[in-house]
């Protein structure tokens, strides 16, 4: 397509500067390579699941993100000193109580989120690592061997598939990456749209682990902001932003992530910045938007 080199440009020019957002987002809330790795992961696993649910968990944009994470942290504990309250029940229950959003939700999501963070905590409280590839093995064997049998039945039968997928991947040697995708995902209330950003967060903003051949299997994170976007630029002719892993929307995004960036799939995530600030689902700022010249709707709209 004649749009795929412009585009390309644009997004590349404006990279580093919406990395260095995101960047600044995730320290205000403490959250940066200075603190302890288990607190760290635990810590951005908590707000990729907030800011990859604002939408259905009706949040709202990313101050009331920062905001939900610092009132749900700060009534568990010091997370890095007190990581062992987050896998508490009675803690983690109390402090949704004290949050504005977290406390709404239906019986079977709050159960999810309760459950995932219990897990998790527990998972990287014993946790010592120093590669990818030693952390995608150890989660493995956390979820296999122990997360498997603490599910629910409702969040069995809807985690079976996945969990399917992941001893299949383990069997065949399947790369680092891959595995610990499909490892998070099992975890109760972690979608493709959670494990992806955390993926993101974790290792091309904040640089853990990061590396050419890492960074090359990272998944662009799907989210409604960004399918906006692609739709009217013309990327995208599917209205819906319901997705599966692996399912047809979602093959499309990586392949035009894929398409535009081999090196670096996450790049095309920056087009979520762009939706969230100006390509808005209304009243739209077309003209202060850097993508105006490869826009379908901007055109259509002159």
């Given at each position: 397509?004649?749009?795929?080199?412009?585009?390309?440009?644009?997004i590349e020019d404006h990279e580093e500067e919406v990395i260095e957002r995101y960047s600044t987002m995730l320290q205000k809330v403490g959250l940066s390579t200075s603190r302890p790795i288990r607190s760290l992961l635990l810590g951005l696993l908590i707000i990729s699941l907030l800011d990859s649910n604002r939408w259905s968990w009706r949040i709202g944009g990313e101050d009331a993100v920062l905001e939900e994470y610092w009132l749900f942290v700060s009534h568990v504990g010091d997370i890095d000193q007190e990581l062992e309250l987050f896998s508490n029940p009675d803690y983690v229950e109390t402090a949704i109580?004290?949050?504005?959003?977290?406390?709404?939700?239906?019986?079977?999501?709050?159960?999810?989120?309760?459950?995932?963070?219990?897990?998790?905590?527990?998972?990287?409280?014993?946790?010592k690592v120093n590669k990818v590839e030693d952390y995608a093995l150890s989660?493995?064997?956390?979820?296999?061997?122990?997360?498997?049998?603490?599910?629910?039945?409702?969040?069995?039968?809807?985690?079976?598939?996945?969990?399917?997928r992941l001893l299949a991947a383990s069997r065949r040697g399947d790369s680092p990456l891959e595995m610990l995708r499909l490892a998070l995902m099992c975890f109760p209330a972690i979608t493709h749209r959670s494990a992806n950003l955390y993926l993101y967060y974790l290792i091309r903003v904040l640089g853990v682990w990061r590396s050419p051949s890492v960074v090359r299997e990272l998944h662009c994170p799907l989210d409604p902001s960004l399918l906006r976007v692609l739709r009217r630029i013309g990327m995208l002719r599917v209205r819906t932003n319901r997705t599966t892993y692996q399912g047809y929307l979602y093959r499309r995004v990586q392949d035009i992530a894929r398409t535009l960036f081999p090196e670096d799939p996450t790049k095309l995530f920056i087009l979520r910045y762009v939706g969230d600030s100006l390509c808005r689902s209304r009243r739209p700022s077309c003209e202060d938007c850097w993508l105006f010249g490869v826009c379908e709707y901007y055109l259509k709209e002159l």
């Open positions: 397509m004649r749009k795929l080199d412009p585009l390309r440009l644009n109580e004290d949050t504005n959003c977290l406390v709404r939700l239906s019986d079977d999501a709050r159960s999810s989120f309760v459950s995932t963070i219990i897990c998790y905590a527990e998972f990287v409280e014993n946790l989660i493995t064997s956390f979820v296999l061997e122990d997360l498997l049998c603490r599910l629910s039945p409702h969040d069995f039968k809807r985690k079976a598939h996945m969990l399917g």
